[in-house]
């Protein structure tokens, strides 16, 4: 399974707060979307499209286990997240909803803004256009593919109430 | 070979001995979840999912939206009860209990050795009991309420070692926003802290479980202390009997050892927007505030409420700030009450507040403005946690909180005459 999208640059210690503030918890998905990053990056959920990829440091996704977090970085239509690092729960919530978070050494000094790039969600090679060395990501492990390939737990739990019905 | 806690617990759910990077499915002892019940449980319904695994390994706490701020979250309330009544859960303690966190401890549904995931990134807190416990999100949640079990990856260790003891007026907070500024937001990524020494075997339980919530701002997947005397007694005196005393093992490895002196800790703040900004109160002295927050599942017990009463006695809060008491729970609330303590802190000006989160997630109940500066004994300060993006929240234990707000500006307690 391959991605291939635009490059939004972000850096260390980008926090849940930050991802979705606390006063859009329980705003329907489309609207508490439109305020993703809003008080780092005022104008990037309108400026997101479908297949964009989000670069970025060190923790990403540190502070709460709200979901909404990864949901609405989702439902912008960012197909992966590369971050140098991530925060447990965070990755795990990525992970659960189906969103590929992939860990990259030094990725946010590797991917510059707006590049073309494109990602091998199987052996974790990332291609940025116009640079020729491979850039690599740690792969990810057959227990979170399992999760992404199902579409998530969603996926998972319709499988279930299907199989019930048979 | 030898053991850490969290390795020991994980062996002694599968049933086999585990090592660091092995990735297990294991049993789950108990999940709490707050109003996270609601889209957990909706998605079992969603899928023809209509028992959960055992309902009576599941206690759901209505705490972040409470009393209720919105019509919407009202209903959202009344389908998390119809819900509970579906799905047959016992231990559903509605808005007049308090946080989830304190609940669970306060109520005997934390044991040592458990494994516990709840709906909230503090779910960490029970590791003061010797549990390894974590937060999920929903979806995990829904999987777990459907089957009674997750993946892990077993974590290394790292291991604290406190030795000393806390000069007057110096609080576990402190020890915790110290660790903080000396070894960085993102020192413990996916460790299991364990805190060891002589300090801690005579840390009060309630200084323990502010060290163990504290742990996942550093990264932490667990943040465990070892069953001793204390832990036993406690769980005694609720009627919970037969705890395992767990202790990692004398050659248990450990990726990382720190060692703190806490007698040298003053009273510490944590700068806005990151946990890990962490300067000595006596610097940032004569910054203005504007609110001051006591409360939260960090700091909201009846030791915290006594620290800023015993400050705030005969004194008044500055008239240019507003002193927000949350008690963490209602037997804490009680407690206060009877103790005189609600008194004290009202009559000097403070605004006592029902027992739940409050403003700390910037939901509702006390939220800042833009320009606005905080004082807060909850555990995060990033950029709009509490309301206004244009807004700061320095952390701080209840002593600095209960200073500063008498000061009008952030103030060592020390400094209070």
Same mark, same amino acid.
């Given at each position: 399974?391959?991605?291939?999208?635009?490059?939004?640059?972000?850096?260390?210690?980008?926090?849940?707060?930050?991802?979705?503030?606390?006063?859009?918890?329980?705003?329907?998905? /489309?609207?508490?979307?439109?305020?993703?990053?809003?008080?780092?990056?005022?104008?990037?959920?309108?400026?997101?499209? #479908?297949?964009?990829?989000?670069?970025?440091?060190? /923790?990403?996704?540190?502070?709460?286990?709200?979901?909404?977090?990864?949901?609405?970085?989702?439902?912008?239509?960012?197909?992966?997240?590369?971050?140098?690092?991530?925060?447990?729960?965070?990755?795990?919530?990525?992970?659960?909803?189906?969103?590929?978070?992939?860990?990259?050494?030094?990725? #946010?000094?590797?991917?510059?803004?707006? %590049?073309?790039?494109?990602? %091998?969600?199987?052996?974790?090679?990332?291609?940025?256009?116009?640079?020729?060395?491979?850039?690599?990501?740690?792969?990810?492990?057959?227990?979170?593919?399992?999760?992404?390939?199902?579409?998530?737990?969603?996926?998972?739990?319709?499988?279930?109430?299907?199989?019930?019905?048979? | 070979?030898?053991?850490?806690?969290?390795?020991?617990?994980?062996?002694?759910?599968?049933?086999?001995?585990?090592?660091?990077?092995?990735?297990?499915?294991?049993?789950?002892?108990?999940?709490?979840?707050?109003?996270?019940?609601?889209?957990?449980?909706?998605?079992?319904?969603?899928?023809?999912?209509?028992?959960?695994?055992?309902?009576?390994?599941?206690?759901?706490?209505?705490?972040?939206?409470?009393? &209720?701020?919105?019509?919407?979250?009202?209903?959202?309330?009344?389908?998390?009860?119809?819900?509970?009544?579906?799905?047959?859960?016992?231990?559903?303690?509605?808005?007049?209990?308090?946080?989830?966190?304190?609940?669970?401890?306060?109520?005997?549904?934390?044991?040592?050795?458990?494994?516990?995931?709840?709906?909230?990134?503090?779910?960490?807190?029970?590791?003061?009991?010797?549990?390894?416990?974590?937060?999920?999100?929903?979806?995990?949640?829904?999987?777990?309420?459907?089957?009674?079990?997750?993946?892990?990856?077993?974590?290394?260790?790292?291991?604290?070692?406190?030795?000393?003891?806390?000069?007057?007026?110096?609080?576990?907070?402190?020890?915790?926003?110290?660790?903080?500024?000396?070894?960085?937001?993102?020192?413990?990524?996916?460790?299991?802290?364990?805190?060891?020494?002589?300090?801690?075997?005579?840390?009060?339980? &309630?200084?323990?479980?502010?060290?163990?919530?504290? &742990?996942?701002?550093?990264?932490?997947?667990?943040?465990?202390?070892?069953?001793?005397?204390?832990?036993?007694?406690?769980?005694?005196?609720?009627?919970?009997?037969?705890?395992?005393?767990?202790?990692?093992?004398?050659?248990?490895?450990?990726?990382?050892?720190?060692?703190?002196?806490?007698?040298?800790?003053?009273?510490?703040?944590?700068?806005?927007?990151?946990?890990?900004?962490? $300067?000595?109160?006596?610097?940032?002295?004569?910054?203005?505030?504007?609110?001051?927050?006591?409360?939260?599942?960090?700091?909201?017990?009846?030791?915290?409420?006594?620290? $800023?009463?015993?400050?705030?006695?005969?004194?008044?809060?500055?008239?240019?700030?507003?002193?927000?008491?949350?008690?963490?729970?209602?037997?804490?609330?009680?407690?206060?009450?009877?103790?005189?303590?609600?008194?004290?802190?009202?009559?000097?000006?403070?605004?006592?507040?029902?027992?739940?989160?409050?403003?700390?997630?910037?939901?509702?109940?006390?939220?800042?403005?833009?320009?606005?500066?905080?004082?807060? &004994?909850?555990?995060?300060?990033?950029?709009?946690?509490?309301?206004?993006?244009?807004?700061?929240?320095?952390? $701080?234990?209840?002593?600095?909180?209960?200073?500063?707000?008498?000061?009008?500006?952030?103030?060592?307690?020390?400094?209070?005459?």
């Amino acid at each position: 399974m391959s991605i291939e999208g635009r490059a939004w640059v972000f850096g260390h210690n980008i926090d849940t707060d930050a991802i979705l503030p606390g006063r859009y918890l329980s705003a329907p998905l /489309n609207e508490a979307a439109r305020h993703a990053f809003e008080s780092i990056a005022p104008d990037w959920a309108e400026a997101v499209q #479908s297949g964009d990829i989000i670069v970025a440091g060190r /923790n990403f996704g540190c502070g709460s286990s709200r979901e909404n977090a990864p949901h609405v970085i989702k439902h912008l239509g960012i197909a992966c997240i590369l971050a140098e690092s991530y925060a447990r729960i965070f990755l795990r919530n990525a992970i659960a909803i189906g969103l590929p978070a992939l860990m990259v050494n030094d990725v #946010s000094s590797l991917i510059m803004p707006m %590049d073309k790039v494109h990602v %091998d969600l199987d052996t974790g090679g990332i291609q940025v256009q116009g640079v020729p060395k491979v850039i690599h990501a740690v792969p990810l492990h057959p227990q979170m593919k399992l999760f992404i390939e199902a579409g998530g737990i969603e996926g998972i739990l319709k499988t279930w109430g299907e199989r019930k019905h048979e | 070979m030898g053991q850490t806690i969290a390795e020991k617990i994980f062996s002694h759910k599968i049933g086999r001995q585990v090592r660091v990077g092995d990735f297990i499915t294991a049993p789950i002892d108990r999940v709490m979840c707050h109003e996270g019940f609601f889209p957990a449980a909706s998605k079992l319904a969603a899928n023809n999912i209509d028992r959960i695994w055992d309902p009576q390994r599941v206690v759901v706490v209505l705490d972040h939206y409470v009393p &209720s701020p919105t019509e919407k979250m009202a209903a959202v309330h009344t389908q998390i009860r119809q819900m509970v009544e579906r799905y047959g859960i016992e231990h559903f303690y509605g808005e007049r209990e308090g946080i989830c966190h304190q609940v669970m401890i306060e109520r005997g549904h934390v044991r040592p050795g458990e494994l516990i995931l709840g709906t909230d990134s503090h779910t960490c807190t029970y590791g003061a009991l010797g549990a390894a416990a974590a937060g999920i999100g929903v979806s995990e949640m829904a999987y777990v309420l459907a089957t009674g079990e997750l993946w892990f990856q077993v974590p290394p260790s790292v291991r604290i070692d406190l030795t000393g003891r806390l000069a007057d007026l110096v609080c576990a907070k402190d020890v915790s926003l110290v660790i903080a500024g000396r070894l960085g937001a993102e020192f413990a990524q996916y460790r299991s802290l364990e805190f060891a020494g002589e300090a801690v075997a005579a840390m009060s339980l &309630s200084s323990r479980l502010v060290l163990s919530n504290m &742990s996942v701002e550093f990264g932490a997947k667990f943040g465990i202390f070892p069953v001793d005397h204390h832990v036993v007694d406690y769980l005694r005196s609720i009627g919970v009997e037969n705890s395992y005393p767990i202790t990692p093992d004398d050659d248990a490895v450990y990726e990382n050892n720190h060692r703190f002196d806490i007698s040298e800790i003053e009273p510490m703040v944590a700068m806005p927007h990151s946990v890990d900004r962490v $300067a000595c109160v006596r610097d940032a002295t004569g910054e203005k505030i504007h609110q001051a927050f006591l409360g939260s599942c960090t700091n909201g017990r009846i030791e915290d409420l006594r620290v $800023a009463a015993g400050l705030l006695r005969g004194r008044k809060v500055s008239p240019s700030v507003r002193m927000l008491v949350y008690p963490a729970s209602a037997l804490v609330y009680r407690q206060a009450m009877n103790e005189g303590l609600l008194r004290i802190l009202s009559e000097a000006g403070a605004i006592i507040c029902p027992p739940s989160c409050g403003p700390c997630f910037g939901s509702h109940g006390g939220l800042l403005g833009p320009g606005e500066t905080c004082i807060a &004994s909850n555990n995060r300060n990033f950029k709009g946690r509490m309301g206004s993006p244009d807004a700061s929240i320095y952390l $701080a234990s209840p002593a600095t909180v209960a200073a500063s707000a008498w000061k009008g500006a952030i103030c060592d307690p020390r400094e209070v005459l």
